[in-house]
């Protein structure tokens, strides 16, 4: 087995922190009694193996049974929406697409689990805590219908050989954020004068697929300084200069860096999975994707060198803002959710709150390679994440943990779900990108569809 010394990392890792958190596992015999639970297919099969192992252990200390179903991405957005439809339902699912919470929050089809979430409350970081929070359109009231469970921010990551290529080196990357992303177009001009016409600077995806290119909008407009676009009171600020001004600045890097040809020409084409592939191929020197998916895929099928060769770029190496001032990182969470009508609500809640105790939770994040984060600060003390060995985890941890960070904006209002759905922030950046509209009328443009959006959720 590749990378014998590693793996042997993730078992047992989180003795020392879970010692200090919990004396044994939380199970309530009851009557044995079935549960439905619906779960997304891991992007590696050790997330899968990490899954079935919580439940086979929960199974085995509290007499209950899990009917556990592993279901592809994709067609378990498509059954989780088809059930909630019909009202035959689990007992339990994932938030699959994550803004599920939030979508069927507010027409009232979650059972709140406050409880659940209240018996390890003190462990929970503060931004999975509101993160697992959605506004109900019937009661008017906020309430915690998430038990978050697992979560992940957006690093970047480089080939430090193509860095060294082009005759510069990892250490003299820039601080702030302009400058940082600059740098890497200036390592696209050293591979030019070399004769490499293939590889290109930034692996930005400005296309209208997939989540990644919201995620990377979102980004630059908090680094721009326009975080408070959507406020904890769920109240939109178009009307804020800072907010457009900050938008114009994303629009127009963004659109920009493919215009001038920094970026692949078939990023405006992109999926989800397809700026992975291509940083593997090694088409762009850099990548801002979520996740360690870039890392994990590689892991077990190349040499460790391989493996090392890329730098993940969480914290301390992502950049500060322009000014030098650490920027907030956004994180998505995956919670569980029990839907109105299930049949087990007490088994759902019980296998719940065996799940995430930091024992059992941070060891289904750790078998799974790490490429999820864990939700409550003290499991990032574990071997598992400050292992010197192993050049990702750690900058990876203190960005999406340790470090400052915030929920999504459609936690705080329904409405930028949408947003991210009809793919707005797309929209303005390949206004830019490919038709050479000027960053100030594509902001224009998508400020006016957002505030469309808007109005059709209105929050008392």
Known sequence: MAHLTRRSMLRGSLALAAAKTVGGPYVARAAATTAAVWFAQGFVQDEDVALRKAVADYEKQSGNKIELSIIPFAPERQKIISALTSGVVPDLVDSNPAEILQLYGWQDRWVDVSDVVESQKGQFSETALVAAQAYNNVTKKRATYGVPLRAAVVPCHIWKSLVEKAGMKIEDLPKTWDAYFDFFKKVQDNLRKQGERKVYGLGFQVTANGVDPYNLFMAFLVA???????????????????????????????????????????????????????????????????????????????????????????APGYPNDNAGKPIPSIVGYTN??????????????????????????????????????????????????????????????????????????????????????QHVWSMAMIDVAKDGVKAEAAIDKAFKRIGEIFAKYPMA
């Open 336 to 421: 569980g959710l029990i839907p109105k009508g299930a049949k087990n609500v007490t088994v759902a809640k019980e296998f719940l709150k065996y799940f995430i105790q930091p024992k059992v939770i941070g060891e289904f994040v750790e078998l799974g390679l790490g490429r999820w984060l864990p939700v409550m600060p003290s499991l990032a003390k574990s071997p598992f994440w400050q292992n010197p060995k192993d050049p990702h985890l750690k900058g990876y941890v203190q960005q999406g943990l340790l470090g400052p960070t915030r929920p999504d904006y459609y936690v705080f209002n329904l409405a930028m779900a949408e947003v991210r759905s």
């Open 224 to 314: 721009y300084g326009g975080q408070d676009i959507v406020t904890r009171d769920g109240k939109l600020h178009l009307d804020d200069p800072k907010v457009k001004q900050a938008a114009i600045k994303a629009a127009a890097y963004l659109g920009g860096a493919y215009r001038d040809g920094y970026v692949p020409p078939s990023a405006i084409n992109w999926n989800d999975a397809d700026d992975n592939n291509a940083f593997h191929a090694k088409l762009m020197v850099m990548d801002v994707d979520g996740t360690l998916s870039t890392e994990v895929a590689i892991k077990e099928k190349h040499p460790e060198w391989y493996y090392d060769e890329i730098v993940t770029h969480g």
